[in-house]
């Protein structure tokens, strides 16, 4: 199985500040389709995840573009331009490319 | 409006079962892989199970007594869940494959449930 790793697992931010998230894959998660099986979910708390960017860099429908995905192969990141409260919860990066699908450990974002 | 709505969960004895359905609507459920996931308590996402149009894939710790099913006429994703164990225990959502006009997205979960718990305890 492919193994994700994130960090930090803990993010501190102020409000209004930028903030980002990596993730890193035990292979390479670039298809010989040049997609990038990469997606980023955000959950809050005592909610269900929801998906905020797949295929490395593309915005689900209805997600802030203050939101963007980016990397290719092994490294990828999550960036907020500009952190709101809303955007505390945790932060899981999962690999798409096989079966079975493998998440990261989790960052949690809290507000300063 | 894509909606996924899981029902069946509850408390259950060591080595007893369930049975978790979930029902879908808003979208055309045949066309789409769809999975369950589930989460321990204060734990990450691990993926369970997934059903496509011509195949059916398990986890290792599940192998053996779980089942997944769908009923594309009654738009209805189902996990039949034997031989539960302590370690069961987790919220289990269902999960829809695939962003519209995303083609190759079958494994990016677009749409989740609400999630139903199971408990497995004495």
């Known amino acids: 199985d492919i193994v994700m790793t994130q960090s930090p697992l803990s993010l501190p931010v102020t409000p209004g500040e930028p903030a980002s998230i990596s993730c890193r894959s035990s292979?390479?998660?670039?298809?010989?389709?040049?997609?990038?099986?990469l997606d980023w979910y955000l959950q809050k708390t005592g909610q269900s995840p929801q998906l905020l960017i797949y295929m490395g860099s593309n915005r689900a429908p209805g997600v802030p573009d203050r939101f963007s995905g980016s990397g290719s192969g092994t490294d990828f990141t999550l960036r907020i331009s500009r952190v709101e409260a809303e955007d505390v919860g945790v932060y899981y990066c999962m690999q798409a490319l096989q079966t079975p699908q493998t998440f990261g450990q989790g960052t949690k974002l809290e507000i300063k | 409006e894509v909606q996924l709505v899981e029902s069946g969960g509850g408390l259950v004895q060591p080595g007893g079962s369930l049975r978790l359905s979930c029902a879908a609507s808003g979208f055309t459920f045949s066309s789409y892989w769809m999975y369950w996931v589930r989460q321990a308590p204060g734990k990450g996402l691990v993926w369970v199970s997934h059903?496509?149009?011509?195949?059916?894939n398990y986890a290792d710790f599940v192998q053996g007594r779980f089942t997944i099913s769908r009923d594309n006429a009654q738009n209805t994703l189902y996990l039949q869940m034997n031989s539960l164990r302590a370690e069961d225990t987790a919220v289990y959502y269902c999960a829809r494959g695939g962003v519209e006009m995303a083609t190759h997205s079958r494994r990016t979960f677009a749409y989740w449930g609400q999630g139903t718990p199971v408990t497995v305890s004495t």
């Open positions: 292979q390479s998660l670039l298809h010989r389709n040049g997609n990038n099986y």
């Open positions: 059903i496509t149009s011509d195949g059916i």
